[in-house]
């Protein structure tokens, strides 16, 4: 059974950084791409940052400069290093993986809360 499982949230200051981990109980060269979501109470879950199994990655528009995704192969482990946090950062952030590139991800970490405090 795939187990996605995340930690490195917490409470920082604006302007502060904070580096996410999600940990796969599998080999991650089994998914095709892996990402990192958030959720804000109120909103939808939106995607903040993918990387594909070839080390492609994608980043949405209001954290692009300041987040980095990266992975560790040898680890099983994806890195979500952020940056010049803001207080709209502030969300439960979630770990996905998928093994098929063009469906949904279908694989979610139990997330882990981050608060970036004014």
């Known amino acids: 059974q795939v187990q996605l499982v995340e930690s490195g949230g917490g409470l920082v200051q604006a302007g502060g950084s904070l580096s996410l981990s999600c940990a796969a109980s599998i080999n991650i060269f089994t998914f095709k791409s892996m990402g990192w979501y958030r959720q804000a109470p109120g909103n939808q879950r939106d995607l903040v940052a993918d990387?594909?199994?070839?080390?492609?990655?994608n980043y949405a528009d209001s954290v692009n400069g300041r987040f980095t995704i990266s992975r560790d192969n040898f680890k099983n482990t994806v890195y979500l290093q952020m940056n010049s946090l803001k207080p709209e950062d502030t969300a439960v952030y979630y770990c996905?993986?998928?093994?098929?590139?063009?469906?949904?991800?279908?694989?979610w970490g139990q997330g882990t809360q981050v608060t970036v405090s004014s």
């Open positions: 990387i594909t199994s070839g080390g492609s990655t």
């Open positions: 996905a993986a998928k093994t098929t590139g063009w469906l949904p991800y279908n694989y």
